[in-house]
């Protein structure tokens, strides 16, 4: 079973920063490669830009719960929720493909 895991492409749990604008305000997000792809898969099923996404997830938790304590963490568990609930999978090779609901 940990093969699974370890045998993964290296290029998935590589970290990419992108910057963008969160509130108008220019930042940097630093996450993992494997969750840039699901963001980017979010949004385009949005039909928005992925810093278009993320700044309306980051205005809509400062509305419910006020300023996250650590949003990268909060845009991980998103990807999570979003694969759980699509019926995502993910293949051996290290590939991802999303499932037809």
């Known amino acids: 079973?940990?093969?699974?895991f370890a045998g993964q492409d290296p290029e998935r749990y590589t970290s990419t920063t992108r910057r963008l604008r969160?509130?108008?305000q220019s930042t940097s997000l630093?996450?993992?490669n494997a969750f840039w792809v699901i963001l980017d898969q979010i949004s385009e099923a949005d039909g928005v830009?992925?810093?278009a996404f993320i700044s309306?997830?980051?205005a809509e938790v400062l509305e419910t719960r006020g300023e996250p304590v650590n949003f990268t963490s909060l845009l991980r568990t998103a990807c999570l929720v979003f694969m759980a609930q699509s019926g995502a999978t993910d293949h051996h090779d290290g590939s991802q493909s999303i499932a037809a609901e």
Do not use: A, D, W
Not at 1 to 4: A, D, P, W
């Open 30 to 32: 630093r996450l993992e």
């Open 1 to 4: 079973m940990c093969q699974v």
């Open 56 to 58: 309306k997830l980051h």
């Open 22 to 24: 969160l509130n108008g």
């Open 49 to 51: 830009s992925t810093p």
